[in-house]
């Protein structure tokens, strides 16, 4: 076989569609109250030889929506100021729209039907997304409307750890926890966790798109 005729694209691997990888970081638990104070998405790209690797990764501050709950358990966490002078935050919904224009751009150049996201515990990141979306008016989501790649499962299947630090150092790739619990460095350790369990899967027999 020759190069050209081994070479596969994304939209070959997930049955047409392109996995996105979202973060946020939040003022609590509960989507429909609690204020988005980060988001984030990672993009992946694939090699023509079928290997996923991190692209790049957008990154917005949020302002909390007016009359959002925001957990002072959840900012010691996260050690976010949400009314820092400094954040250059933006609405949630121009911050939404924003990444939402940027992962559209990805599915129409990689010709992809729509996104799937892929999260660490991907169903709390997908609550908030959905949450703001219908809070806001928008109407155009690229994500699939329930289906979602969570990286804490596959990494408890492939690992035996759930935890993002400790699935990540499993897997061979370096998590700073002083960096953690920001949205961009954790999109990013994600998306490489993703990738990297995508590609030893492929490496050892598994699913292999150029086949």
Known sequence: MTQAE??????????????????????????????????????????????LYVDETIHYNVIPFEGANIEPSA??????????????????????????KSVRREIKSTQCTRAILVGHNAHFDAGFINAVAA?????????????????????GLA??????????????IEFDNKEAHSAAYDAERTAQLFCTIVNVWRQCGGFDATL
Not at 17 to 26: A, H, R, S, Y
Not at 135 to 152: C, E, L, Q, V, Y
Not at 159 to 172: E, I, P
């Open 75 to 100: 900012l010691e966490f996260t050690g976010i100021d949400p009314y820092h002078p400094f954040r250059d935050a933006i609405s949630e919904a121009e911050a939404l729209e924003r990444i939402f």
């Open 6 to 51: 081994s070479t596969t694209e994304i939209k070959e691997r997930f049955r047409g569609f392109l996995p996105v990888i979202i973060d946020v970081e939040t003022g609590g638990f509960n989507a429909a109250t609690d204020a988005l104070l980060e988001i984030a998405a990672t993009i992946i790209k694939m090699e023509p030889d079928g290997e």
């Open 159 to 172: 690992y035996g750890q759930t935890v993002l630090a400790k699935a990540c150092l499993q897997a061979g």
């Open 135 to 155: 809070r806001t008016g928008i109407k155009r989501n690229p994500f699939h409307p329930f289906s979602h790649f969570d990286t804490a499962t596959l990494a």
